[in-house]
Protein backbone atom coordinates (compact mmCIF):
# COMPACT_ATOMS: atom_id res chain seq x y z
CA UNK A 1 0.00 0.00 0.00
CA UNK A 2 3.03 2.39 1.01
CA UNK A 3 4.72 2.04 -2.44
CA UNK A 4 1.35 3.68 -4.00
CA UNK A 5 1.58 6.82 -1.43
CA UNK A 6 5.42 6.90 -2.53
CA UNK A 7 4.72 6.89 -6.27
CA UNK A 8 2.17 9.54 -6.09
CA UNK A 9 4.37 11.91 -3.40
CA UNK A 10 6.99 11.67 -6.33
CA UNK A 11 5.44 11.66 -9.57
CA UNK A 12 3.01 14.50 -8.00
CA UNK A 13 6.40 16.17 -7.09
CA UNK A 14 7.99 15.93 -10.11
CA UNK A 15 4.95 16.81 -12.32
CA UNK A 16 4.40 20.52 -9.95
CA UNK A 17 7.97 21.16 -10.30
CA UNK A 18 8.74 20.59 -13.78
CA UNK A 19 9.04 23.44 -16.52
CA UNK A 20 5.44 23.09 -18.87
CA UNK A 21 2.62 25.66 -19.11
CA UNK A 22 0.77 25.27 -16.15
CA UNK A 23 4.39 26.09 -14.09
CA UNK A 24 5.02 28.94 -17.13
CA UNK A 25 1.53 30.29 -16.38
CA UNK A 26 1.64 30.25 -12.26
CA UNK A 27 5.16 32.43 -12.80
CA UNK A 28 3.75 34.39 -15.14
CA UNK A 29 0.89 35.58 -12.96
CA UNK A 30 2.93 35.66 -10.43
CA UNK A 31 5.06 38.45 -11.71
CA UNK A 32 2.38 40.07 -13.30
CA UNK A 33 -0.36 40.64 -10.65
CA UNK A 34 0.85 38.71 -7.21
CA UNK A 35 1.06 35.34 -5.37
CA UNK A 36 -2.79 34.97 -4.85
CA UNK A 37 -2.97 34.48 -8.65
CA UNK A 38 -0.21 32.36 -9.23
CA UNK A 39 -1.84 30.00 -6.53
CA UNK A 40 -5.20 30.05 -8.20
CA UNK A 41 -3.30 28.99 -11.56
CA UNK A 42 -1.85 26.07 -9.09
CA UNK A 43 -5.10 25.06 -8.31
CA UNK A 44 -6.09 24.72 -11.93
CA UNK A 45 -5.18 21.01 -12.13
CA UNK A 46 -8.51 20.11 -9.28
CA UNK A 47 -10.86 21.88 -11.53
CA UNK A 48 -9.73 20.08 -15.16
CA UNK A 49 -8.44 16.86 -14.18
CA UNK A 50 -11.11 15.08 -12.93
CA UNK A 51 -12.69 14.04 -16.49
CA UNK A 52 -9.37 13.25 -18.55
CA UNK A 53 -8.92 10.87 -15.36
CA UNK A 54 -12.26 9.16 -15.63
CA UNK A 55 -11.76 8.81 -19.54
CA UNK A 56 -8.12 7.48 -18.88
CA UNK A 57 -9.37 4.78 -16.35
CA UNK A 58 -12.77 3.37 -18.53
CA UNK A 59 -10.23 3.53 -21.29
CA UNK A 60 -8.02 1.18 -19.90
CA UNK A 61 -10.15 -0.68 -17.77
CA UNK A 62 -12.22 -1.84 -20.69
CA UNK A 63 -8.89 -3.01 -22.68
CA UNK A 64 -7.09 -4.32 -19.37
CA UNK A 65 -8.78 -7.42 -20.18
CA UNK A 66 -6.27 -8.05 -22.47
CA UNK A 67 -2.91 -8.48 -20.55
CA UNK A 68 -0.39 -8.02 -23.61
CA UNK A 69 -2.21 -4.66 -24.01
CA UNK A 70 -1.96 -3.80 -20.99
CA UNK A 71 1.58 -4.46 -20.98
CA UNK A 72 2.61 -2.73 -23.97
CA UNK A 73 0.57 0.47 -21.96
CA UNK A 74 2.86 -0.06 -19.40
CA UNK A 75 5.77 -0.09 -21.73
CA UNK A 76 4.29 3.45 -23.32
CA UNK A 77 4.22 4.93 -20.01
CA UNK A 78 7.64 3.50 -19.51
CA UNK A 79 9.04 5.53 -22.12
CA UNK A 80 6.73 8.34 -21.26
CA UNK A 81 8.29 8.69 -18.01
CA UNK A 82 11.74 8.38 -19.70
CA UNK A 83 10.74 11.09 -21.45
CA UNK A 84 9.92 13.14 -18.48
CA UNK A 85 13.11 12.18 -16.62
CA UNK A 86 14.98 13.49 -20.16
CA UNK A 87 13.27 16.76 -19.64
CA UNK A 88 13.67 17.19 -15.88
CA UNK A 89 17.37 16.18 -16.19
CA UNK A 90 18.08 19.12 -19.16
CA UNK A 91 16.00 21.47 -17.25
CA UNK A 92 17.96 25.01 -17.07
CA UNK A 93 16.96 28.18 -15.08
CA UNK A 94 13.50 29.67 -15.86
CA UNK A 95 13.14 33.51 -17.01
CA UNK A 96 11.34 35.22 -15.34
CA UNK A 97 9.89 38.20 -16.74
CA UNK A 98 6.32 39.15 -17.80
CA UNK A 99 4.41 41.93 -19.04
CA UNK A 100 1.49 43.29 -17.08
CA UNK A 101 -2.26 42.22 -18.11
CA UNK A 102 -5.32 42.04 -16.90
CA UNK A 103 -5.57 39.03 -14.22
CA UNK A 104 -7.90 36.11 -15.91
CA UNK A 105 -5.27 33.38 -13.85
CA UNK A 106 -8.14 30.68 -14.19
CA UNK A 107 -9.70 30.86 -17.21
CA UNK A 108 -5.72 30.93 -18.63
CA UNK A 109 -5.33 27.93 -16.19
CA UNK A 110 -7.92 25.29 -17.45
CA UNK A 111 -6.90 26.33 -21.19
CA UNK A 112 -3.09 25.42 -20.32
CA UNK A 113 -4.20 22.62 -18.96
CA UNK A 114 -6.58 21.28 -21.82
CA UNK A 115 -4.80 21.96 -24.46
CA UNK A 116 -1.78 20.60 -22.51
CA UNK A 117 -1.00 16.63 -23.70
CA UNK A 118 0.98 15.73 -20.67
CA UNK A 119 -2.20 15.28 -18.37
CA UNK A 120 -3.79 12.86 -21.35
CA UNK A 121 -0.54 11.20 -21.94
CA UNK A 122 0.08 10.83 -17.72
CA UNK A 123 -3.28 9.46 -17.25
CA UNK A 124 -3.25 7.14 -20.23
CA UNK A 125 0.06 5.41 -19.88
CA UNK A 126 1.14 5.86 -16.48
CA UNK A 127 -1.75 7.29 -13.46
CA UNK A 128 -4.31 4.90 -14.59
CA UNK A 129 -2.49 1.58 -14.92
CA UNK A 130 -1.61 2.65 -11.43
CA UNK A 131 -4.66 3.22 -10.19
CA UNK A 132 -5.93 0.00 -11.35
CA UNK A 133 -3.02 -2.54 -9.67
CA UNK A 134 -3.84 -0.26 -6.48
CA UNK A 135 -7.61 -1.00 -6.44
CA UNK A 136 -6.54 -4.55 -6.73
CA UNK A 137 -5.09 -4.17 -3.72
CA UNK A 138 -7.60 -1.88 -1.57
CA UNK A 139 -9.61 1.11 -1.83
CA UNK A 140 -6.74 2.92 -0.16
CA UNK A 141 -4.16 2.43 -1.52
CA UNK A 142 -5.94 4.16 -4.91
CA UNK A 143 -6.42 7.08 -2.89
CA UNK A 144 -3.63 7.05 -1.61
CA UNK A 145 -1.80 7.20 -4.63
CA UNK A 146 -3.85 10.28 -6.43
CA UNK A 147 -4.12 12.07 -3.17
CA UNK A 148 -0.39 12.44 -2.81
CA UNK A 149 0.14 12.95 -6.35
CA UNK A 150 -2.36 15.97 -6.25
CA UNK A 151 -1.51 17.13 -3.00
CA UNK A 152 2.33 17.48 -4.13
CA UNK A 153 1.50 18.58 -8.12
CA UNK A 154 -0.73 21.44 -6.58
CA UNK A 155 1.36 21.84 -3.39
CA UNK A 156 4.63 22.68 -5.25
CA UNK A 157 3.14 24.86 -7.64
CA UNK A 158 1.78 26.79 -4.85
CA UNK A 159 4.97 26.85 -3.31
CA UNK A 160 6.76 27.94 -6.22
CA UNK A 161 4.13 30.75 -6.39
CA UNK A 162 4.89 32.07 -2.90
CA UNK A 163 8.82 31.37 -3.19
CA UNK A 164 8.44 33.20 -6.52
CA UNK A 165 6.71 36.20 -4.71
CA UNK A 166 9.69 36.72 -2.34
CA UNK A 167 12.85 34.82 -3.75
CA UNK A 168 12.60 36.15 -7.74
CA UNK A 169 15.74 34.55 -8.13
CA UNK A 170 15.12 30.77 -7.23
CA UNK A 171 13.82 29.08 -10.51
CA UNK A 172 17.31 30.88 -12.27
CA UNK A 173 19.25 29.38 -10.02
CA UNK A 174 21.07 26.22 -9.41
CA UNK A 175 19.45 25.07 -7.19
CA UNK A 176 16.43 24.66 -8.96
CA UNK A 177 18.77 22.83 -11.98
CA UNK A 178 20.12 20.47 -9.61
CA UNK A 179 16.40 19.74 -7.64
CA UNK A 180 14.83 18.55 -11.77
CA UNK A 181 18.52 16.56 -12.26
CA UNK A 182 17.41 15.00 -9.07
CA UNK A 183 14.01 14.12 -9.91
CA UNK A 184 15.21 12.87 -13.72
CA UNK A 185 17.26 10.57 -12.43
CA UNK A 186 14.20 9.56 -10.08
CA UNK A 187 11.87 9.18 -12.81
CA UNK A 188 14.36 6.83 -14.42
CA UNK A 189 14.29 4.61 -12.19
CA UNK A 190 10.51 4.62 -12.29
CA UNK A 191 10.45 4.38 -15.92
CA UNK A 192 12.57 1.01 -15.84
CA UNK A 193 10.37 -0.25 -13.29
CA UNK A 194 7.48 0.55 -15.52
CA UNK A 195 9.49 -0.76 -18.31
CA UNK A 196 10.33 -4.31 -16.42
CA UNK A 197 6.55 -4.82 -15.22
CA UNK A 198 5.31 -4.04 -18.83
CA UNK A 199 8.05 -6.35 -20.71
CA UNK A 200 6.46 -8.92 -18.17
CA UNK A 201 2.63 -8.36 -18.88
CA UNK A 202 3.26 -8.60 -22.46
CA UNK A 203 4.93 -12.30 -22.12
CA UNK A 204 8.03 -11.18 -23.21
CA UNK A 205 10.10 -11.93 -19.74
Known sequence: ????????????FSAGVAPGPLLALVITETLRH???????????????????????????????????????LSVAGALFVFYLAW???????????APVSKPKSVRKGMIANFL?????L?????????????????????????????LLLVGSKMLLALMIGKYHSFLAGRLYTYLMRFLGVVLAVFGLLFLWDGLHLAGLL
Open 116 to 120: NPHPY
Open 34 to 72: NQKEGIRVALVPLLTDCPIILFSLVLVDRLAQFKPFLGW
Open 122 to 150: FWITVGSPIILRASRVNLLSALLFVGSFY
Open 1 to 12: MWQYLVSGTILG
Open 87 to 97: ESFNAGGIELT
